[in-house]
Protein backbone atom coordinates (compact mmCIF):
# COMPACT_ATOMS: atom_id res chain seq x y z
CA UNK A 1 0.00 0.00 0.00
CA UNK A 2 1.71 3.42 -1.01
CA UNK A 3 2.70 5.54 1.48
CA UNK A 4 -0.15 8.72 1.79
CA UNK A 5 1.76 10.33 4.70
CA UNK A 6 2.55 14.33 3.72
CA UNK A 7 6.14 15.04 3.31
CA UNK A 8 8.07 16.96 5.72
CA UNK A 9 9.15 19.18 2.39
CA UNK A 10 11.14 22.58 2.67
CA UNK A 11 7.45 23.88 1.61
CA UNK A 12 6.27 22.67 4.70
CA UNK A 13 8.70 23.66 6.94
CA UNK A 14 9.11 26.76 6.04
CA UNK A 15 5.16 27.22 6.43
CA UNK A 16 5.09 25.78 9.37
CA UNK A 17 7.56 27.95 10.68
CA UNK A 18 6.16 31.00 9.74
CA UNK A 19 2.62 30.08 11.35
CA UNK A 20 4.28 29.48 14.92
CA UNK A 21 6.23 32.22 14.74
CA UNK A 22 3.07 34.48 13.82
CA UNK A 23 1.33 33.06 16.43
CA UNK A 24 3.71 33.93 19.20
CA UNK A 25 4.28 37.56 17.92
CA UNK A 26 0.20 37.49 18.02
CA UNK A 27 -0.30 36.04 21.16
CA UNK A 28 2.74 35.71 22.71
CA UNK A 29 3.62 32.88 25.59
CA UNK A 30 -0.03 32.36 25.98
CA UNK A 31 -0.15 31.72 22.64
CA UNK A 32 1.72 28.66 22.97
CA UNK A 33 2.32 25.37 24.38
CA UNK A 34 5.40 24.19 25.95
CA UNK A 35 6.57 21.80 23.41
CA UNK A 36 6.33 25.02 21.02
CA UNK A 37 8.26 27.31 22.48
CA UNK A 38 10.68 24.96 22.92
CA UNK A 39 10.26 24.28 19.06
CA UNK A 40 10.76 27.67 17.95
CA UNK A 41 13.99 28.32 19.72
CA UNK A 42 15.26 24.44 17.95
CA UNK A 43 14.44 25.40 14.82
CA UNK A 44 16.40 28.68 15.18
CA UNK A 45 19.67 26.13 15.89
CA UNK A 46 18.61 22.95 13.72
CA UNK A 47 16.95 24.73 10.33
CA UNK A 48 16.09 22.42 7.71
CA UNK A 49 14.65 19.52 10.08
CA UNK A 50 11.14 19.31 11.68
CA UNK A 51 11.96 19.99 15.37
CA UNK A 52 8.72 19.34 16.72
CA UNK A 53 8.94 15.41 17.84
CA UNK A 54 12.75 16.27 19.33
CA UNK A 55 10.86 19.01 21.46
CA UNK A 56 8.47 16.82 22.55
CA UNK A 57 10.91 14.07 23.07
CA UNK A 58 12.78 16.68 25.39
CA UNK A 59 9.93 17.25 27.43
CA UNK A 60 8.96 13.94 28.02
CA UNK A 61 12.63 12.96 29.29
CA UNK A 62 13.72 15.83 31.40
CA UNK A 63 9.52 16.35 32.94
CA UNK A 64 9.68 20.44 31.80
CA UNK A 65 10.42 23.42 29.92
CA UNK A 66 12.58 24.61 32.49
CA UNK A 67 14.15 21.29 33.41
CA UNK A 68 15.14 20.95 29.81
CA UNK A 69 16.98 24.94 30.05
CA UNK A 70 18.28 23.80 33.82
CA UNK A 71 19.83 20.26 32.32
CA UNK A 72 23.51 20.15 31.95
CA UNK A 73 25.50 20.81 29.21
CA UNK A 74 26.53 17.63 29.18
CA UNK A 75 23.47 16.10 29.37
CA UNK A 76 22.02 17.96 26.93
CA UNK A 77 25.39 17.40 24.25
CA UNK A 78 24.43 13.71 25.09
CA UNK A 79 20.80 14.17 23.87
CA UNK A 80 20.04 12.41 20.60
CA UNK A 81 19.27 14.89 17.64
CA UNK A 82 20.98 18.20 19.60
CA UNK A 83 24.34 19.32 18.23
CA UNK A 84 26.68 22.29 20.13
CA UNK A 85 24.45 25.01 18.38
CA UNK A 86 21.06 24.16 19.77
CA UNK A 87 22.37 23.08 23.23
CA UNK A 88 24.34 26.87 23.09
CA UNK A 89 20.66 28.16 21.87
CA UNK A 90 19.18 26.57 25.19
CA UNK A 91 21.60 27.19 27.41
CA UNK A 92 21.97 30.99 25.99
CA UNK A 93 17.93 31.47 26.86
CA UNK A 94 18.60 30.04 30.39
CA UNK A 95 21.16 32.36 31.58
CA UNK A 96 19.46 35.31 29.99
CA UNK A 97 16.47 34.34 32.12
CA UNK A 98 19.10 34.28 35.42
CA UNK A 99 20.65 37.62 33.97
CA UNK A 100 17.01 38.83 34.40
CA UNK A 101 15.85 37.70 37.32
CA UNK A 102 19.38 38.90 39.18
CA UNK A 103 18.77 42.01 37.48
CA UNK A 104 15.29 42.77 39.52
CA UNK A 105 17.28 42.28 43.24
CA UNK A 106 20.91 44.02 42.00
CA UNK A 107 21.68 47.09 44.29
CA UNK A 108 18.54 46.42 46.15
CA UNK A 109 18.17 45.82 50.01
CA UNK A 110 17.32 41.82 49.74
CA UNK A 111 14.68 41.89 53.10
CA UNK A 112 12.36 44.52 51.37
CA UNK A 113 12.59 42.64 47.27
CA UNK A 114 12.21 38.72 49.10
CA UNK A 115 9.62 38.05 46.22
CA UNK A 116 11.84 39.16 43.36
CA UNK A 117 14.87 36.97 45.44
CA UNK A 118 12.36 33.81 45.87
CA UNK A 119 11.98 34.18 41.77
CA UNK A 120 15.49 34.40 41.34
CA UNK A 121 16.42 31.63 43.26
CA UNK A 122 13.49 29.05 41.71
CA UNK A 123 14.73 29.67 38.34
CA UNK A 124 18.00 29.35 39.59
CA UNK A 125 18.13 25.66 41.73
CA UNK A 126 13.96 24.61 41.56
CA UNK A 127 14.69 22.14 38.38
CA UNK A 128 18.36 21.24 38.53
CA UNK A 129 18.44 17.30 38.63
CA UNK A 130 21.27 17.09 41.19
CA UNK A 131 21.13 19.13 44.70
CA UNK A 132 23.17 22.30 45.26
CA UNK A 133 23.44 24.50 48.20
CA UNK A 134 23.97 28.59 48.02
CA UNK A 135 24.94 31.14 50.24
CA UNK A 136 23.62 35.00 49.11
CA UNK A 137 25.60 37.51 51.12
CA UNK A 138 24.36 40.91 51.89
CA UNK A 139 26.28 43.77 53.15
CA UNK A 140 25.35 46.08 55.86
CA UNK A 141 22.37 47.94 53.47
CA UNK A 142 21.27 44.17 53.29
CA UNK A 143 22.36 44.47 49.10
CA UNK A 144 23.74 41.27 47.40
CA UNK A 145 27.26 40.77 47.90
CA UNK A 146 28.06 37.45 46.08
CA UNK A 147 25.80 34.64 45.48
CA UNK A 148 28.12 31.58 45.84
CA UNK A 149 27.57 28.01 45.18
CA UNK A 150 28.86 26.42 48.01
CA UNK A 151 28.36 22.88 47.06
CA UNK A 152 27.08 20.64 44.68
CA UNK A 153 25.89 17.40 45.40
CA UNK A 154 26.94 14.20 42.68
CA UNK A 155 23.45 12.45 43.47
CA UNK A 156 21.16 14.15 46.07
CA UNK A 157 22.82 15.52 48.66
CA UNK A 158 25.29 17.97 49.41
CA UNK A 159 28.67 18.92 52.01
CA UNK A 160 28.34 22.25 53.59
CA UNK A 161 30.68 23.75 56.26
CA UNK A 162 30.26 26.09 58.39
CA UNK A 163 33.60 27.39 58.84
CA UNK A 164 33.85 27.91 54.80
CA UNK A 165 30.94 30.03 54.89
CA UNK A 166 31.93 32.17 57.90
CA UNK A 167 35.36 32.62 56.27
CA UNK A 168 34.17 33.83 53.22
CA UNK A 169 31.27 36.37 54.79
CA UNK A 170 34.77 37.95 56.65
CA UNK A 171 36.57 38.44 53.34
CA UNK A 172 33.92 40.23 51.54
CA UNK A 173 32.76 41.90 54.95
CA UNK A 174 29.28 40.80 54.88
CA UNK A 175 27.24 41.08 57.66
CA UNK A 176 24.01 38.52 57.21
CA UNK A 177 23.47 36.03 54.70
CA UNK A 178 20.56 33.72 53.31
CA UNK A 179 20.80 30.06 52.64
CA UNK A 180 19.42 28.03 49.90
CA UNK A 181 19.38 24.59 48.27
CA UNK A 182 16.92 22.38 46.16
CA UNK A 183 15.34 19.21 46.28
CA UNK A 184 15.43 17.50 43.19
CA UNK A 185 13.26 14.51 45.09
CA UNK A 186 10.59 16.74 44.55
CA UNK A 187 9.62 17.47 48.04
CA UNK A 188 10.25 21.00 49.96
CA UNK A 189 10.35 20.02 53.40
CA UNK A 190 13.51 20.20 55.14
CA UNK A 191 15.22 16.78 56.50
CA UNK A 192 16.68 16.42 60.14
CA UNK A 193 20.33 16.74 58.27
CA UNK A 194 18.93 20.25 56.66
CA UNK A 195 18.13 21.53 60.42
CA UNK A 196 21.59 20.59 61.93
CA UNK A 197 23.73 21.87 59.18
CA UNK A 198 21.77 25.28 59.48
CA UNK A 199 22.18 25.10 63.37
CA UNK A 200 25.53 25.16 62.60
CA UNK A 201 26.19 27.54 60.26
CA UNK A 202 24.20 29.92 62.63
CA UNK A 203 26.32 28.76 65.67
CA UNK A 204 29.00 29.96 63.45
CA UNK A 205 28.02 33.18 62.56
CA UNK A 206 26.64 34.60 66.22
CA UNK A 207 29.86 35.15 67.74
CA UNK A 208 30.57 37.58 64.97
CA UNK A 209 27.20 38.95 65.06
CA UNK A 210 26.55 37.56 61.48
CA UNK A 211 22.78 37.31 60.87
CA UNK A 212 21.16 34.09 59.42
CA UNK A 213 18.11 35.96 57.88
CA UNK A 214 16.91 32.48 56.31
CA UNK A 215 17.10 28.95 54.34
CA UNK A 216 14.95 28.46 51.99
CA UNK A 217 14.41 24.89 50.24
CA UNK A 218 12.97 24.81 46.99
CA UNK A 219 11.93 21.76 44.48
CA UNK A 220 10.25 21.51 41.37
CA UNK A 221 6.77 22.95 42.67
CA UNK A 222 7.48 24.76 45.97
CA UNK A 223 9.81 26.23 48.19
CA UNK A 224 9.85 26.43 52.32
CA UNK A 225 11.21 29.00 54.51
CA UNK A 226 12.69 28.35 57.83
CA UNK A 227 11.88 31.32 58.95
CA UNK A 228 8.21 30.56 58.09
CA UNK A 229 8.35 27.47 60.07
CA UNK A 230 9.86 29.10 63.14
CA UNK A 231 13.32 27.09 63.03
CA UNK A 232 15.25 30.26 62.66
Partial sequence: MPDTAPKYSAEYAKGHRERLRDRFLKGGVDGLADY????????TAIPRKD????AKDLLKDFGSYPAVLSASTERLLAYSGLGKTAVATLKT??????????????????????????????????????????????N??????????????????????????VQKALSIDARSLILAHNHPSGHAEPSQADIVATNAVIDACKPLEIIVHDHLIFSKNDFISFKTLGLI
Fill in 140 to 165: SGGEIILDDIVSEGSGHSVNVTPRSI
Fill in 51 to 54: VKPL
Fill in 36 to 43: ELLEMLLM
Fill in 93 to 138: VEASVHAFMKSEIADKPVLSSWNALIAYLKTSIAHLSVEQFRVVYL
